[in-house]
């Protein structure tokens, strides 16, 4: 057996204010029901951003000393004298979002919405380090075959299957506004799940040429000002049966409900930064839509989901990732973001 | 077999601008799938004030001359050859939304949603008359021993229960946010399908006392400034299972959000007059809610629905009828609803 | 604080065979995340005559020494170190059905049909003591309020809850095959939750006294030759919109599915104790029906809804308790279920 | 304008007994809201070889002279004066169940299962015949560029939509049991709508090549003995997700729910010749499956999803048509079903 390491290497937004620093910390202990998972591979959320930015939303949200990270996977170091499920040795991703199992939600069924969610990475240490702790209940046993960058993504995929798949999706034509990551990702889930048309609205040129990649039937600019027009036309005058809204801005969610069919369903998954005003009459009672808030990933169907596309090797994940850097230079990463000319950047282990 | 009239007393939208008249007019002339029904109730809609007082909407929709009138009830006088539904002499009341049948709406169970409906009352001559004619399609027979003004109210009845029953509402808490008829309605259509818990939040004290007698649990008013802490409390801190807007208003539509809990439904019925602000990140994406838009009546589940309720005998739709009035009277009845002292008026047919 | 007891009186299936013994054993030994609970009342299944008898299906299942007992409510007596939803004096009953958590119906909100589940009461020691060892995951904390008896209900009012509400129950017809307690508790779920018509049928004639005073509308006699006929003629030739199965009999069996409308629901919750021959084309195809075999209660949705019944006020338990003996006397209670004039038999505590 | 045809040639059973004949019969006449359709192709169903063999299930339905023939497409020849939805030269299907639109299953958008539905080409004359009449509610406009063998199989290929998108598709495991022309069709539109894996299961190796080529992931002979086992194998001991019944036979029936997982859904649309033994306790309710039958294609929103489904380019119907005759050759085409080498015939117009 060999001698287990005391300390590790670790991103660590160490005091409130901009910037990480790499530091050497200790190795999380495990308790009964833990995983030690040894990092193989993570990825950079938006949330990552704004903690390294330290904007408000992290100004109320993180108390430092904290390892951020929460797209990851890896392989099994050790676990607790309690835990079934995996093995020393076992590859790994985990469902970050910690739920309290006692509330309501949690008790029916609903625990991506529990009402006292922890986040790993965000209100306790996460993966940007060599090991991150993870409760059993939250590791996800990942297929050996399966790409150490595309392990790292389940996380913001797992966003895109559960907005795809909270209705009907095949032999629909569907609008998806906004594509960033996780909409890139729902372009190809919908049509691997039979979507008749998708169509991407999307202002940044570097993400459209991504849309198109993906396997958007119709890539569109939404300043070119005929976006939604060209939606009605394509869709006889009656708009689309979906609406995936991934962009979280007020011109977005606007374009979408124009586009969404009488009797559609509106999936709205981006976060809009405040307020937004909405036609309630035209846009949702007179057409009988149904709207529905998309928070994170089911626990687990959403992973069974996503286990089940990536068997099929009709899911490539490959055009989303548009970096791929060591986690040492996570500053980097930070500023590849801010360009816009990033998609999704995965971060490699320490050495 | 009687001589059949040629003319009719009928109120009239005679010209454009504010006002009815009363005057003589042809019985309307049926084709072989129409059915030609004697008025014997009607009952007042809001949309009767918007087309009285001839207010934008107005303007823009009703092409005078017109007899409006769209919820009534009345007894068959005669019928189309090609006509089996119903027969001379059966009590009925009808679907005043008049389907296309070709839309993919109409050709997926969603008549309701029609892109193309048009609506006997507005869009053609109504029930503020002697005789109305109705398609066959649309017509609705009642058991002869239903009272003539419960059977004039099916119409914002058919509201209440599709809102109502548009989710899961046995055993559940739910807020219904404002007490006009439809809301009044859906108090006792809750509390007759098991809901658990029914909070009435009103403006209106008129409403409020309405809104008690109807069954609801625990009456509100939102001008006190506490009503959604006592729906918090009252739900221990979570909020209700369900929303029923049926305000149409901003502070309204604010608090019944801010209401809701986590995984809610909240179905909208109530019509804003112009566009709202709402937090959708808070309100709906956060919660992971489901949010219905509710416009009419389904067609004709809706009705089965209403049926069994009246069969019951446990509904009582009486507290709801504050006015009962002849039908020649009909411009008091829209000085009543101006005073915010009136619940439905119900009107009696021309002698 | 008081001295713990090491030794309690308890009902104990003691070797292979029929009959039961009442012993003195060691109070369960609890760990970090348990409660034990001292029993108030109890009450007892067909799957404890089933024990007591030592049928096939005991002989196959049940390991000897086993304390058997699955209904129950009583007092917090203490509570493991991790435990948090309820303290000691805490008034609660417990879900029976331990789920193992880890499978895919487990992590997919399906815990009541964990495909590795165990029975407290049949594969482990139960509720038939002075004290019974729960898993804090399956405690279910009651209000005080609610009577002890009733309290030692909530299993089969739990199954009863889960069949009415798998589907629309609303202003739908039903038929309750079979009117064991069960079948009861559904007639008056049905009714409270706005069913419009509820037609019982049972064979045994002091359980159709029973289904009267439950609430149903119609009862009915499956032997008298008619009740089909009834049953189809009461709905207009049609028949019922919803079939609750109970009775677990080829006849009943048969009896439902030919009441059963055209696109209706049938949930099935009676097991039959061999096959069954079925004309699937004409039952089930050719009606487009939706049949759903029913398994215990939704792990919690399902008490949730229970709690909220009960809170109503509307929900009378009483007529189905036809006898309430202490649980010393347990053989007693053997043999009033074998004379079919007993419907739910409560035990009360030892003394 | 052309002068109009008086006679045609037909296939008409022309008396009660066995075979066919063909004759020269009266061109349909038309009403104000019917559509005379010109047949372009036909294709040959099992309830044709029915009616041609005469056996007692066509004996107690059919009502000589009739023209048999339910699946086709044609050309608009003319319509009546109510028409609007197509114009002469239209390329069109049409569904050929004629619901009576006035029963509880017509008015919920459940015309499929209608109580009173009438089958052209069972109940009245059908489209084995140079023209056809067809109400226009029934049409069904077809892109032009479909070819004429495939606007022939929209009735089972229907079928086959409505089965597979019955439930939850993406993402699941199948299992299909009988790979009749629907059963194929469903292997194809299954994975098309995104299905993980499709087992399946038919004892003819003539259309086990079939199911293959249809892109079926695992393909079992049932008479091999492992079929079940080899199923349970490739799910991890749990099952498929999704029975799709297609045989109809007790042995099919078996293996499909000894092989459906707990949770499951099954879908049978197979007809059992006769009643069928089932072991409810073990297949269905311990399992708490879902069995859903399955009658006709909705309408019209199966017809919706197969224009999508044909419109994406991705369906290919080819290898299902086994061979293609002339309708004039009609009996040849009885004589190949009765082969078993046949999987769907389809019949090119008289000349």
Not at 108 to 128: L, R
Not at 334 to 346: D, F, N, S
Request: hydrophobic share 45%; with cysteine.
């Amino acid at each position: 057996m060999p001698e287990q390491k005391e300390t590790m290497q670790a991103i660590v937004k160490a005091a409130a204010g901009p910037g990480i620093e790499i530091r050497e910390v200790p190795v999380p202990a495990i308790g009964p029901t833990d995983v030690l998972v040894r990092v193989e591979a993570a990825s950079v959320c938006g949330t990552d951003l704004h903690i390294y930015n330290w904007d408000p939303w992290a100004q109320n949200r993180i108390k430092p000393p904290l390892v951020p990270g929460h797209e990851f996977c890896g392989i099994v170091e050790r676990v607790g004298e309690d835990v079934t499920a995996v093995k020393p040795g076992d590859f790994v991703s985990a469902e970050m979002h910690v739920a309290c199992g006692k509330c309501l939600q949690c008790r029916t069924g609903e625990q991506h919405i529990c009402q006292y969610v922890k986040i790993i990475g965000v209100d306790s240490d996460g993966a940007f380090a060599e090991f991150v702790k993870i409760p059993e209940a939250n590791i996800w046993k990942l297929d050996p075959g399966i790409p150490r960058a595309w392990g790292s993504l389940l996380d913001p995929l797992g966003n895109a299957v559960h907005t795809v798949l909270a209705g009907e999706i095949a032999t629909k034509s569907v609008a998806i506004v906004g594509c960033g990551p996780i909409g890139l990702f729902a372009i190809s889930v919908a049509r691997l799940c039979g979507a008749a048309q998708v169509f991407a609205v999307e202002v940044n040129p570097y993400r459209r040429e991504l849309a198109t990649r993906m396997g958007a039937d119709v890539v569109l600019d939404p300043a070119a000002g005929d976006a939604a027009a060209r939606i009605l036309t394509a869709t006889g005058g009656s708009g689309v049966d979906v609406l995936l809204e991934m962009s979280g801005h007020q011109q977005g969610i606007r374009l979408g409900f124009l586009v969404l069919r009488t009797g559609g369903r509106a999936s709205l998954l981006g976060i809009p930064p405040r307020e937004i005003t909405i036609n309630l009459a035209e846009d949702i009672i007179f057409k009988g839509a149904t709207v529905q808030g998309i928070n994170g990933r089911k626990m687990f169907e959403t992973w069974f989901q996503m286990e089940a596309l990536l068997k099929s090797g009709k899911l490539d994940l490959d055009p989303v990732i548009s970096h791929t850097i060591p986690l040492a230079n996570f500053a980097d990463a930070m500023e590849l973001l801010r360009t816009g000319e990033a998609a999704k950047i995965v971060l490699t282990k320490f050495e």
